[in-house]
């Protein structure tokens, strides 16, 4: 069905569930693949850069967010690959997905910031305005 | 080389030359406003951010990273401003750009890595604090109407972007209250109160100070304190681009660009200056990733002065002051209370000592200074301590010793040992220390000594091969009739 999967997370509550949602997804085809983006807010790079001792400790530290995921990718045998980004979320996905040739992209609903809860979900919101192909919004 | 410099300047055209752009409308608040707080004409702020973002472009070692006249630098001239006047302030500048250089022709970037995150954290929290507090003289206490306008300003600067960021919102608060204010008539101080604009291109002057070492004695210490403040935020703002690019950069070039920048910004009446972290990501945001974008930044900004020199005079203070406010927000690192409650309790000192030595002192270099020497001796103090584990069975004695041992650690080392039993086999193991002086084979020596003294069995163990190497230069432990004073 959905051969080529795209899933955008976070690190949140929100993207763990859309990590389940994906999994599914790709176990109801064969040979699927999901690429996993992760996108480092430009507006959060200077508490980034400030709170690693160097580069290295930057990449891990942003992987360590990430590693629930991987985490629940690799236990269910999940063809994956991972994508680190730079740039306001929203948009860098919206350009990532359309230029693959995605079947779905899944996101959460909403994300990390506690000021977005009230907003929502401004990210999946752009994301699902401007996606070429399907989304699939996780709540 | 060619096509690498063709790559780092034509490299992404369309992007460089909007971006650049943009920032140039964000910066023609900020070298206002940061004139103003180093005491000086709004012409010095906007000469230094032309010709920093020029000469920086074309010398730098970070393509896409912005840098002009900054508050940073700002906050430490105003006392040389205030005692001696403007034209110590460009001299200052022209030898903060030879320290610069020297330091970056030395290779300094690479000492960076040993200003802890602790002190850096502090720098920029210390950095917010005096923003702001320099802003109380122009909002608190003047009027109504003055509130009123900070107030605005900061409405339009943080909900703008919520359905806009095509043009920088500082700017658009700029046009609309500056407007509001010419048209109506709210009594509110305006830049052209504090000084100057006039519409020219910056000219080549030679600073008209005695050239003399009395001159050279006043200066200089502000010159050093610059030049350390201008490369730390700098080398910060750099790394800062770095990642939001995933590309490297030259850290020592960027020092010797940041150099020649502030040389040339002195001769041509601009204060000392730096890469600002503000600015670069609005750059990087706006599409700028290439030299060629600090380069329009320089040239459209030269074009606004002289285009909008008349307006730039009405701008009402209250709004710089808004402006100034976002900016002390947006320096402020607000991940600092999560890394107090977090971080060990040791770096939580000396980030709140760095942030405290700066409020107080009012400079930046000497916060710096202080938390770097705050940090060196809490590493001593933390590595000076020697774990001594210790388990008893019926006729086995085992101490196990961990960590470094010391000038500074044998103390710990030796406080650690039970001298009161008798006729017991001791094994003291060193799996995991290191001896590192003849001070830490003496207290072995004593140790050892005192044991044996009870008639006991002492065994050194698992010592490491340099550590086994001294203990057999120099312990003395296993000749019969060693004192420990030997030594």
Redesign the interface.
Known sequence: MYKNILLAVDGSEHSLRSTEEAIKLHDSSDDAHIDVVYVADYDKAKYDVLHAHDKEELEAKRRKKLLPIEKMLKDNNVTHTYHLLHGDPGPTIVAFANKGNYDLLVIGSRGLSKFQKMVLGSVSHKVVKQANCPVFVVK | MMTQMKEQWFGNVKGDVLSGIVVALALIPEAIAFSIIAGVDPMVGLYASFTIAIVTSIFGGRPAMISGATGAMALLMLPLVKDYGLDYLLAATIVTGIIQYIFGALKVARLM?FIP?AV??GF?NALAILIFTSQIPHFIGISTMTYVFVIITLIIIYVLPRFTTAIPAPLVAIVVLTAIAIFGDYNLGTVGDLGEVTRQLPSFIIPNVPFTFETLGIILPYAIALSIVGLLESL?TA??V?????TESNKNKESRGQGLANVVTGFFGGMAGCAM?GQS?IN??SGGRKRLSSFVAGIFLMFLILALGNVVIQIPMPVLVGIMIMVSIGTF???SFK?LKNAPKSDAIIMLATVGIVVYTHDLSQGVLAGVVLSAIFFVAKISIVKVDTKTTADLTTYWVRGQVFFASVDSFTQGFDYSVENQIIDIDFNEAHIWDDSAVFAIDKVVIKLRKNHNTVNLKNLNTQSQELVEKLAIFDDPNAKPAAH
């Open positions: 890595k995150r850096m954290i920029v910060l790394t800062i770095d990642d939001i690019t995933d972290i990501i990087v945001k690192d607000w991940g890394y």
